[in-house]
């Protein structure tokens, strides 16, 4: 096999542009403000710090040490660090697959909706226009009955739009995109959080917003929330942040990039929540109910709610869609981008194919696999449960099991500590081994059965209980199967390339495994 050279960030900012690029989802747009709204108001930004700081960071941090470390995707490096914990790595390459095959559907929803919002074509009925006329839902769940013209399209455009970004490698396709999209995310979303401000009633939405109950604070479930919103919301627990940093040079200064990254992130959930709820307060005061009559969180804020609003507005009701639904857009391309990456750089660690053959084979075949199953009518239906299962007992479970196996039975933690301090400017103390070892791993496993408990005594949704079983179960369940399996293939010529890179990278660990 002939030797390839890890590719690298051209700068350090160029890097930071794509971490929270991949951070910045839609999750920070139609989530957040939901689940502080509905914690606590201004209250919840406490436990949201305290989680960004004793579970965010912290783990953000060990997915850059081991990448940075390693210099490999992350099957690669959970390999050198133990043979077993290799299946770890294909279990999360396993859940960016799966969530990269449905995410691009919410994109391409986004991108029809932007052209939607000049004619503000849902009329007077955007609940029925958006399962009816635009997704043509089918009326059960299951098998394949048709396709959507008016999805496959745009979806197309979306997987067209990343394959090229990815193909182009790490510093002329994935960094160049991200220092083009953050800032223009930036920019729109601050022209709409201005116009938002502006509105009738916006301060009610804010007031209702940032209103503290303090009397929440004293309620563990408040708590959940935050660590739960924090873990969803850095691109954490699935080998994205391995991948990225696998590709920063020697000396990067992984704490200071983690801070910057997190409170970024943090930064611009906080800023949707103040765009959000201005246009929440607007269509509460423009209705004559309340706020909490008319706030919700994800596909029904986005495609139900926001179209409601825009048809209300009294003039620019169109820029105003086009500007919500490219920030979608735009925070949707950026995340994709990162998911697929973790792929073909695991792909391209096991077989050492070029990076263009890699985007082809491994790109393209995630590509067709979401062209064939969300353009239909029953596409909402497998996006509802995919996105269900795979972030409860994919994302979560596989975080849980990292943090047990590196943290307790290998007890590996000192060890990436000592890396960080050696490279980066803030050091880490004993706060940082205790958060990953006792704070974070006893809160996923509160979330994990709590998730359970709840999802054994009753089916999801109302969904029959044969698709729960193979669009759920079967899903969460085949992408640890796959782990295991992918793990007990052997691949000599990997750990050869790896070896090479790791020596003349000048991080060889002393004492060896």
Known sequence: MARQ????????????????GSAVGLGNIWRFPYIAYENGGGAFLVPYLVALLTAGIPLLLLEYAIGHRYR??????????ARPAEAIGWWQVAICFVIAIYYSAIISWAIAYMGFSVTEAWG????GFFSGDYLQVADAPGGITGYVPGVFWPQLAVWAVVLVVLALGVRRGIEMANRIFIPLLVVLFLVLVVQALTLDGAATGLNAFFTPQWDRMLDGEVWIAAYGQIFFSLSIGFGIMVTYASYLK?????SGSAMVAGFANSSFELLAGIGVFAALGFMATAGGTAVNEVATAGIGLAFVAFPQIISTLPFGGAVFGVLFFACLVVAGLTS???IVEVIISAVRDRTGLGRIQSVALVGGTVAVVSLLLFPTHEGLYYLDVFDHFINQYGIVLAALVMLIVFGWALRRLSFFQGHINAVSSIR????????LTVVTPVLLGFMMWDSLRVELTSAYEGYPEGFLLTAGWGVAIG??????????????????QAAHDHEHSGLEEEGGR
């Open 5 to 20: 050279t890890r590719e690298q960030w051209g700068t350090r900012a160029g890097f930071l542009m794509a971490a929270i």
């Open 72 to 81: 490999s995707s992350a099957p690669l490096a959970y390999r050198r660090i």
């Open 124 to 127: 007077q009925d955007p609940d």
């Open 250 to 254: 020697r000396r990067a200064d992984l």
């Open 336 to 338: 994709l981008i990162s």
């Open 428 to 435: 880490l103390g004993l706060w940082w081994t205790i958060t």
């Open 479 to 496: 992408a640890i199967v796959f782990g295991v399996v992918m793990s007990l293939i052997p691949w000599r010529r990997a750990d050869q």
